[in-house]
């Protein structure tokens, strides 16, 4: 019921919201905040009453949904140590995005009832349980996220928006097929069941059928050579959007991987994981050096998140419990430090309305507060030691070395160029001569950028300084999900 | 055994069609839009009256014509499209022709012919009632008499159709002439007595039937007249063609295929699989290169029509095992591609009827500004259309290749699969025009009629039950077939 509540009070919150009358249209932020605030605490509740030493899901609700001749539709949703804490991220960034967008002006009512069953949708991801009710979730996100980008976004926003729809349905088209496959073979869609299946004679290959679904993944993730929509949707998405798809929708693809490529096909995984794993240092590789080139702070941002989601990929790879803890840790991690990063950016993109880097430059002294957060949040991004960035990279290579000393050694190498990016655009944007253009803007001032700003912060350093509270949950889980792999 | 009460509906719907024509000929100073409720009401009447008249009697009129609740399930299904058909016209066709009456009596008639295409159990009676539909299509797609275009596509029609017709009777005259007799059960007892060996003759009647049908629910390569007569026809008449015509041609197939040439499934099902591959192809490719909406819409259904194609060849790979899981998937999946077109035209029709635009996509532009509720109608049959979650179209077609998972046939799944995911492409174009730009020539805010609003309101809920809650129309659907496969079955053993 709990769940039920946390998954149902955004979209719920959302329908309202559209259901304003006109006049009102300005109270559609005040229902977003009541709708999203109060899953935040509900899921937050949740995360304490969580019990990391019981195995299996918690706080489950099933009820038959669908049920003609042998075909069996549930509703079926539940938590582990995996997908808990991608719930609580979900619904915080959720109040962080709500706060961002408070001074939407232009139909605030279809953008906030959008921003919510987005929300809704991403939390259905992390909570199903039924395979089946995952792909209805996953593909619920991509209207309201169609319509955030295309409405409210800037710059080539229509396409960019359906580059974004175009990639994901490609993506699902192929995880649709071995969905069914899997299903058709064990007549569930339950995926509980599923984990525990030994597969027979499916009609594709399993082997295959693993690469479709890992191929739908990698696409969300985005991993190298699937991830050209990000920066587009990134740099063209309205500031809430950036944070959401950043922070939570990136880490479906993760969450996916993990949940369903390694959990339902162990074998499989292990047959491919000197793939994936090269793979996913090169993204790591490929989207550090990529970063390094761009010229708009919103599209480096983007690009690192390239690069770092290939760090999630590489933990994946490990197939060890440590490699996967880093791997779901990265992903919170990345999760507050990039939705922080995209917050700043466009705060400051509100003052300035130029994203380039080179129009830019001594933010620092117009702009103290604003500056002072991105780089915070840029040390965050580069691992700085005492914030959750550097807990997680750390467990990462822990992990992965063990297995792939050399593409280890090869994303180590793009870390350090990570630093390299993120100081040389701090360099240039806050740092360095003042620019006069600026000298009338305001600092961050309104009460709600400040609160999602310290927010944010705030708990970066808390996973930092206290990795426990999160690794001690999810590590649990990794370890029986790493207890399948047989190398 | 004759038992004349059956076709009580039927007599009512004959009826009311005459009393129609008599009317405006009595009355020609009645509102116009009044001849439209009429017919909307003795429709919904003749639906009240098909569900007291389910006999479930194979033996009655010696076999020709079976009343049960797979007959219901169509007599149902056809009465409220005729309903909505009659409703969307009350305001479309008022200019467009000086005379209704016939109009709507045409309406009901076609209505009569497609419930004798699902109840008919000779291949005679099958072909009389689909004339009987034809002839009625044949004359409202061209009934629009000031427009050029519903002339040429009414003639176009008729010509092609005429050729179809004759194509399907040269098919059942061979077939006649193999097993000498046009009964279906009689079809598949002498099949049985030849021990599986389909003569050649045989399965070249069966094959002409199959262009011949295929023709009437325009599947590809025989799909050449649908795009003209959509686009050319009156917009009501359009939607009435692409569910009607469509629903009843189907009717007609599940019945000839499941009494007579299920167990001899190795003959056929070949061709059907290809006509379906085909069907899908080129109705999502094509598609795609459309400037018209009305066309689109056409070439949407081909393809949609290649989906349910599907369901047959995998009758003819499963044979009667899955026969009956896989109607029921078809028959929940042609209510909720019934349900999201009329939608579509629902919210179509009062849009164009007040903006007076021509049917092209660019007429729809910044929709989503000026009528923003009927936008988001057109939206939720386009994803219904192309499957998306949580709307009719995905649940639907999820039960239909679910039940159609033969081993052969994955490939045909397959390429279904990906065809869906590329109407989706096609889907969006259209959905764009509506929500990304302005409307050219300024924003026109009208109020749209309640009763469209209505209309509008319950077909949308009706694609989202179907999608949701999919659970009860399958069960009626289910119901509906349960005669079919049994009558199969006992002819068979």
């Not at chain 1, 399993?206 to 690469?211: A, E, I, T």
């Not at chain 2, 929940?332 to 939608?343: D, E, F, P, Q």
């Not at chain 2, 109608?377 to 649940?395: D, K, N, Q, R, Y």
């Not at chain 2, 009626?476 to 053993?493: H, I, K, N, R, Y």
Request: some cysteine; charged content about 10%.
């Amino acid at each position: 019921m709990e769940l039920s509540l946390v998954l149902f009070l955004p979209a719920a919150a959302g329908v309202v919201a559209l259901l304003l009358p006109a006049a009102q249209e300005q109270l559609a932020r005040w229902v977003a905040l009541a709708g999203s605030g109060a899953a935040f605490v509900l899921s937050l509740v949740l995360f304490f009453r969580f019990d990391n030493a019981a195995e299996g899901y918690q706080f489950t609700e099933r009820h038959t949904w669908v049920s003609v001749g042998d075909f069996n539709l549930q509703y079926y949703i539940g938590v582990d140590g995996l997908s808990m804490p991608l719930v609580l991220l979900t619904t915080f960034l959720t109040v962080a995005s709500v706060l961002v967008s408070f001074n939407i002006t232009m139909r605030p009512r279809l953008y906030f009832a959008s921003l919510l069953v987005l929300a809704t949708s991403v939390i259905g991801v992390f909570v199903a349980l039924d395979f089946l009710l995952f792909f209805l979730m996953w593909e619920l996100e991509l209207f309201p996220m169609f319509l955030l980008i295309a409405i409210w976004g800037s710059g080539r926003k229509e396409y960019a928006a359906t580059k974004f729809v175009l990639y994901t349905i490609f993506g699902s088209a192929l995880m649709l097929v071995s969905i069914l496959v899997l299903a058709f073979d064990q007549g569930t869609f339950d995926i509980e069941l599923l984990t525990q299946a030994e597969f027979q004679d499916t009609i594709i290959p399993l082997n295959l059928v693993f690469l479709l679904l890992m191929a739908g993944f990698a696409i969300k993730l985005p991993v190298v050579p699937f991830h050209t929509w990000l920066p587009d949707a990134h740099t063209n998405a309205p500031t809430a959007v950036s944070v959401m798809l950043a922070g939570v929708l990136l880490k479906m693809g993760g969450y996916g991987m993990i949940r369903m490529g390694v959990g339902i096909l162990p074998e499989q995984a292990a047959n491919w994981d000197i793939w994936i794993a090269g793979l996913g240092a090169f993204s790591v590789l490929y989207g550090a050096f990529i970063t390094l080139r761009q010229t708009d702070v919103k599209r480096l941002v983007a690009y690192s998140s390239v690069s770092h989601m290939g760090l999630v990929l590489l933990g994946v790879a490990a197939l060890g419990d440590t490699g996967l803890t880093g791997a779901t840790y990265q992903m919170v991690a990345h999760g507050l430090i990039t939705g922080l990063l995209f917050v700043l950016i466009g705060l400051m993109y509100d003052r300035t309305h130029t994203r380039e880097i080179s129009q830019l430059g001594g933010l620092a002294r117009q702009m103290p507060l604003l500056a002072t957060g991105l780089v915070f949040a840029g040390f965050g991004s580069l691992g700085l030691p005492a914030m959750a960035g550097f807990i997680a990279e750390i467990t990462v290579f822990i992990g992965a070395f063990e297995r792939f000393e050399w593409l280890t050694l090869l994303a180590i190498l793009g870390v350090v160029l990570s630093a390299g990016y993120v100081l040389w655009m701090l360099q240039r944007v806050v740092f360095g001569p003042v620019r006069h253009e600026w000298d009338e803007l305001t600092d961050q001032r309104a009460w709600w950028e400040h609160t999602t700003v310290a927010a944010l912060a705030a708990v970066i350093v808390l996973f930092g300084v206290f990795p426990s509270i999160l690794m001690d949950m999810i590590n649990p889980a990794m370890e029986a999900v790493a207890a399948r792999v047989v190398l | 055994m004759r038992d004349y009460t059956l076709f009580i509906p039927e007599y009512w719907a004959a009826a009311a069609a005459c009393l129609i024509i008599a009317i405006e000929i009595a009355r020609p100073s009645l509102p116009r839009p009044t001849l439209a409720y009429l017919t909307a009401i003795a429709a919904v009447i003749y639906g009240g009256f098909s569900l007291f008249y389910i006999p479930n009697d194979p033996e009655s009129f010696m076999g020709l014509i079976q009343v049960d609740d797979f007959t219901t399930f169509f007599r149902v299904l056809g009465a409220g499209t005729v309903a909505i058909t009659a409703m969307l016209s009350a305001t479309h066709m008022r200019h467009r022709a000086s005379v209704l009456g016939e109009y709507y009596g045409l309406l009901l008639v076609a209505l009569i012919g497609l419930t004798f295409m699902a109840a008919a159990r000779e291949l005679l009676t099958a072909y009389i009632a689909l004339e009987i539909l034809s002839f009625s299509f044949y004359i409202l797609v061209g009934y629009a008499r000031r427009d050029v275009f519903s002339a040429e596509a009414s003639l176009k029609y008729i010509l092609l159709g005429g050729f179809a017709s004759a194509v399907l009777l040269y098919g059942v005259s061979l077939v006649y002439g193999v097993s000498g007799t046009t009964f279906y059960d009689g079809i598949a007892a002498g099949l049985a007595d030849q021990g599986g060996d389909m003569d050649l003759a045989m399965i070249a009647g069966l094959m002409l039937i199959i262009a011949g049908v295929g023709f009437k629910v325009s599947a590809a390569p025989f799909h050449m007249w649908a795009p003209d007569a959509y686009q050319g026809a009156p917009l009501p008449i359009t939607a009435f063609l692409s569910t009607a015509s469509k629903a009843a041609g189907f009717a007609l197939i599940l019945r000839l295929f499941s009494a007579s040439f299920v167990e001899e499934g190795e003959s056929w099902r070949w061709a059907v699989a290809g006509v379906a591959v085909l069907t899908m192809i080129v109705g999502n490719l094509v598609a795609i290169q459309q400037t018209d909406l009305k066309r689109l819409v056409a070439y949407s259904s081909i393809g949609q029509v290649g989906y349910m194609l599907v369901v047959i060849a995998a009758i003819g790979y499963g044979g009667p095992e899955i026969g009956e899981q896989a109607s029921s998937a078809l028959l929940l999946h042609m209510v909720g591609y019934v349900i999201s077109t009329l939608a579509l035209f629902t919210a179509l029709t009062a849009y164009y009827d007040r903006t007076g635009r021509d049917s092209s996509i660019r007429g729809i532009r910044g929709m989503a500004e000026s009528q923003p509720y009927l936008a988001l109608i057109v939206t939720a049959s386009l994803f219904s259309f192309a499957g998306l979650p949580f709307f009719a179209g995905f649940a639907t077609k999820l039960f239909m290749f679910q039940a159609s998972a033969e081993p052969e046939l994955l490939w045909v799944i397959g390429v279904a699969i990906v065809a869906s995911f590329i109407s989706l492409y096609y889907y969006l174009m259209v959905i764009r025009e509506m929500y990304l730009f302005d409307p050219e020539g300024g924003l026109q805010r009208f109020r749209v009629q309640p009763i469209m609003w209505a209309m509008a309101t319950l077909l949308f809920v009706g694609i989202l039950f179907v999608g949701i809650y999919p659970g009860p129309v399958f069960e009626l659907a289910d119901a509906a077939v349960e005669p079919l496969f049994q009558v199969g079955a006992d002819a068979g053993s």
